[in-house]
């Protein structure tokens, strides 16, 4: 099985007020890619609202997101592997259960020094206090 570039993006109303996402088995799904999937990044939208973002990510080693800014506040989770998150000057090593916040609007970038899978979260538009 492999994981889709994209996938159905869930949203939250009054007549489906949840949304469930089966986060191990994308997980999985990246650990049992094909040879010829190796190498290449994915990334699944779960959840898009109004106010917030769910992304999933997988990452070859080496690969990158360049700077950029969130309009709201993220957290990155390592899923699995092992990334280095930079944040203005600051730069910090990720490993699989290890989760980051950050402000909103702090320029960040990301690398994947292995193999890697985050969880990315965005609250859109929510200005940190």
């Known amino acids: 099985m ?23 088995a994308l997980l999985e799904s990246v650990g049992q890619e094909e040879p010829t999937q190796t190498g290449k990044d994915r990334t699944v939208v779960l959840l898009k609202t109004d106010n917030l973002r769910v992304v999933f990510r997988s990452l070859s080693e080496g690969s990158a997101l360049p700077t950029h800014k969130a309009n709201g506040s993220i957290t990155v989770q390592v899923l699995d592997g092992h990334i280095e998150f930079t944040a203005g000057a600051q730069t910090t090593p990720l490993r699989k259960g290890e989760l980051l916040a950050l402000q909103s609007g702090v320029p960040h970038s990301l690398k994947a020094l ?3 899978a985050i969880l990315i979260t965005v609250a859109v538009g929510m200005q940190s206090s």
């Open 2 to 24: 492999t994981l889709p570039m994209k996938d159905s993006v869930s949203t939250l109303s009054e007549e489906s007020p949840t949304a469930v996402f089966d986060v191990g």
């Open 114 to 116: 292995k193999k890697s």
